[in-house]
């Protein structure tokens, strides 16, 4: 280290060699992303080829392009186009929501499926099947409202010790199960086909996907991508720094949090009211974009891009991995992310970070 | 004057002279930290204003006070990982709008917070496998990012070596004489903050007991007072300036002269 010398004025100097900053922070970021859309991509044509009646990838283009006969164009575009698009925009979105409620609580565990807000979406949507009806605005109105309950009473049961750490993870899982339970008895002393609807609703599938239906789930889900990933990026790096490094910088630390709830919330209920609660690919993602893209802190970009890669590729080996049966979505992520949670929790432990 | 804060909380007082490295000095829980983050707008004083260019700090939007202000906190949280690069670049985030990218400009600051804080040759490091010294430049260079003219830090030596101490309140100094910084600096070395402040703020029990030039506050009657010690006053015969030499339990005969260099 060396020592102080005489006073000096500031040197003005060129930008320094090697440091080229617009490449130096986002090289390996972007890598990740294009790579990870880059397989995305590869698994959503995987999921346009594969099926009852198998396309080569020409004749998917060709059907892409409108220049296939009509049965070929009615499979690839009408039947599997929509449902491969929503996988890979509703994992984006999870990825997102993950990696909002991670940096908010500072906790790896910090996920929206641990801390209750997937379990408050989902009880809210079968509420309102079971007891109103199953139109799409209405199942969503009641997603929302059931994760922004969540969030106020979250926010509510940890207040003194901060949103943050153990005591957020600990009261999620008691709201969680709380939760269920409440949506069991929903489906339970409801009529037998609402309940057979509710049912099927709430373990978490693609099935019968199509653009009239989720198009503006898709349409609003995107626009929640972009504004949020724009508006509270760089807030959510300044979180990172602490609070009151943060609020000297400008960035008030308490309306970041408050915003980046709001932001995950309606993220998380706008999935969960298309499609149902799809477990884990919040929690899972953002730990693999983070690590992939060597990111320090929030990193919504690789998180949104690994979720999309999740759940393209759950869905995917739902439909066709054990052949002649199809199996909903939710039902993979949450085979391979309890998995994923075990190894997650065992090494936290060992840590002691938890 | 242009930076000049004036602050009312609590029943003090105080105006932080704008081109000055001002201290403040006093024992723990004194209120010390409680009053720079008034300063630093981070806590909203229960009665009275803190004014910044003459205007209520408040009532201004965030980001224009953290163009003018920066902070060295104390609970600094240094994401796992980080690079000193990454970590100096967020420090422009004030001069930044959603929809900007990355500019010249900022470019230009960064280079050269890392260059007054001699952390070019480590900017690709990660902050975490630097030394304290280090580290806490690192963290300097973050907020030197900010372009800000006033400086406010929280315990900026705490848990670093004597080494590391001094040349990190060298660069204090030297950003305050030629960058014309004003800088708020809280210490708990009574000798360094005799050597480095311009103005020197004591307080105790909430109160600000005394400010003024180190050589006119620093007296054996205010260190008895304030700390609770046995201090002798002496001129510094290295550098100038008022050196306090505290008494230990059980040493020789006080020497009562305030001006005596002894050996």
Known sequence: ?354 | MAYDKHVVGEGLSLDVPDGEFTVILGPNACGKSTLLRSLARLLKPQAGTVYLDGKDIHRRRAKDVATRLGLLPQSAVTPAGITVFDLVRRGRYPHQSVLSRWSEEDERSVARALEATRMTDLAHRPVDELSGGQRQRAWVAMVLAQESPVLLLDEPTTFLDVSHQITLLDLFAELNRTGGRTLVAILHDINHAARYAGHLVVMSDGRIVAQGRPDEVLTAGLLAEVFDIEATVIEDPVNGGPLIITRHRGAAAPSPSRKAPQR
């Not at chain 1, 220049?67 to 690839?76: D, I, K, Q, W």
């Not at chain 1, 209750?116 to 109105?141: C, D, E, P, R």
């Open chain 1, 1 to 354: 280290m060396s020592r102080t010398g005489a006073a000096r004025a500031f040197v003005l100097r060129a930008p320094l060699p090697g440091v080229r900053a617009s490449e130096r922070f986002s090289v390996r970021s972007t890598l990740t992303c294009a790579a990870l859309l880059a397989l995305t991509a590869a698994v959503s044509l995987a999921a346009l080829m594969l099926g009852e009646v198998v396309y080569s990838p020409q004749q998917v283009a060709q059907a892409l392009f409108g220049e296939a006969p009509g049965a070929a164009e009615l499979f690839v575009v009408q039947w599997r186009l929509p449902r491969a698009v929503t996988a890979a925009v509703f994992g984006a979105m999870l990825g997102l929501a993950g990696a909002l409620f991670q940096s908010v609580t500072r906790n790896p565990l910090g996920s929206p499926d641990i801390i209750g807000f997937t379990a408050g979406s989902s009880a809210g949507g079968v509420a309102v099947v079971a007891l109103i009806g199953s139109s799409h605005l209405m199942v969503a109105a009641g997603a929302l409202a059931g994760g922004f309950a969540v969030a106020a009473l979250i926010v509510l049961l940890s207040r003194g010790g901060g949103i943050a750490g153990f005591r957020l993870v600990i009261a999620g899982i008691a709201l969680s199960a709380m939760l269920s339970g409440l949506e069991t008895w929903f489906i339970l002393s409801a009529d037998l086909d609402i309940a057979q609807v509710a049912a099927l609703w709430s373990t978490g599938s693609l099935n019968g996907t199509g653009f009239t239906y989720t198009g503006p789930a898709l349409l609003a889900g995107t626009a929640m991508l972009l504004v949020t990933g724009f508006g509270l990026g760089r807030r959510l790096r300044l979180l990172d720094l602490g609070d009151d490094a943060s609020a000297a910088l400008g960035a008030d630390p308490g309306r970041t949090r408050l915003l980046a709830i709001a932001a995950g919330v309606v993220l998380i209920a706008i999935a969960t009211a298309s499609a149902g609660p799809i477990a884990f690919v919040a929690l899972a993602a953002p730990h693999i974009g983070r690590r992939l893209a060597g990111a320090a802190g929030a990193a919504p970009a690789p998180s949104a891009c690994a979720g999309a890669l999740v759940l393209a590729s759950a869905d995917l080996a739902g439909q066709h991995a054990i052949p002649g049966h199809s199996y909903p979505v939710g039902l993979v992520t949450v085979a391979v992310g309890g998995i994923y949670l075990i190894t997650l929790i065992a090494r936290e432990n060992r840590k002691g970070t938890l």
